[in-house]
């Protein structure tokens, strides 16, 4: 796997965080953990819903298409690892399209903004339901859709750069770790910044179930595939696997 071409300096750094935080986390007020009305719904089976990202992250398409499958296959193997039945993105796409539905799907559910936004209660309002609520409502009457909860992701950032200190906010939704081979170095230490963050939707209504985000910095001695994937790993299980997590809909 390739690297996304990555910052060249610590203050672009700082401020390429600084700019991702304003746009997609450390300004929210949505809510994270189980919605309270969801706390008994007994989750067993999750279709996993095709990740997107709003940026490049400076990297070609073939590259945020590697980064991307990654966060799917990994996703994948955290929930079967815990007792979940999964839905692959894949198997999603294709049971849309077999039964009609696919082109219906992508004109309806257009996601151009961060994931908070999307599937809010304001937003499913019997109403005023935004178009994703509405397609995703007709679509799971009319039967077209997989069994199973919905599990949106957003890959807010993907890259790495080198890091003098640790640049991400100190708050719940961030962290940062050093890889054992690592900690030896003296800083700037090459590291890995991997942000996501991701909802299940109840289909029949619109609703968000749960909500979560996390932003890691993540550094080693140096930046090559393993620590990519490694990076991937940590930041979603971050997001499933903490006490905000999906655990708590079992």
């Known amino acids: 796997m390739r690297r996304p071409a990555r910052p060249q300096t610590h203050?672009?750094?700082?401020?390429?965080?600084?700019?991702?935080?304003?746009?997609?986390?450390c300004r929210t007020a949505t809510p994270v953990g189980v919605r309270p009305e969801f706390r008994q719904a007994n989750v067993q089976s999750v279709v996993i819903v095709p990740f997107y990202q709003l940026s490049s992250f400076?990297?070609?398409?073939?590259?945020?298409?590697?980064?991307?499958?990654?966060?799917h296959t990994r996703t994948q193997r955290w929930l079967t690892a815990n007792g979940f039945e999964v839905t692959s993105p894949q198997e999603?796409?294709?049971?849309?399209?077999?039964?009609?539905?696919?082109?219906?799907?992508?004109?309806?559910?257009?996601?151009?903004?961060?994931?908070?936004?999307?599937?809010?209660?304001?937003?499913?309002?019997?109403v005023n339901a935004a178009a994703e609520v509405i397609t995703l409502r007709e679509l799971a009457e009319a039967g077209a859709l997989p069994e199973g909860r919905l599990l949106y992701g957003e890959?807010?950032?993907?890259?790495?750069?080198?890091?003098?200190?640790?640049?991400?906010?100190?708050?719940?939704?961030?962290?940062?770790?050093?890889?054992?081979?690592?900690?030896?170095?003296?800083?700037?230490?090459?590291?890995?910044?991997?942000?996501?963050?991701?909802?299940?939707?109840?289909?029949?209504?619109?609703?968000?179930?749960?909500?979560n985000r996390h932003l890691l910095e993540y550094q080693v001695s140096e930046v090559d595939t393993d620590a990519i994937l490694t990076a991937i790993e940590r930041v979603i299980d971050a997001v499933l696997g903490t006490k905000k997590g999906l655990l708590s809909l079992q």
Do not use: N
């Open 155 to 211: 890959i807010v950032y993907q890259s790495d750069a080198t890091c003098r200190t640790s640049v991400s906010p100190r708050d719940r939704f961030s962290s940062m770790e050093v890889h054992p081979e690592a900690k030896g170095m003296l800083p700037p230490r090459p590291c890995v910044l991997a942000h996501f963050q991701a909802k299940l939707v109840d289909p029949t209504s619109g609703r968000t179930m749960w909500y």
């Open 58 to 71: 400076g990297a070609a398409d073939e590259e945020r298409e590697l980064i991307k499958e990654a966060y």
């Open 92 to 126: 999603f796409q294709q049971i849309l399209t077999e039964r009609g539905a696919w082109q219906t799907y992508q004109d309806g559910v257009i996601l151009r903004d961060s994931l908070e936004v999307y599937f809010e209660p304001a937003d499913a309002d019997a």
């Open 11 to 25: 203050l672009l750094l700082c401020c390429l965080l600084a700019a991702l935080c304003a746009l997609a986390g």
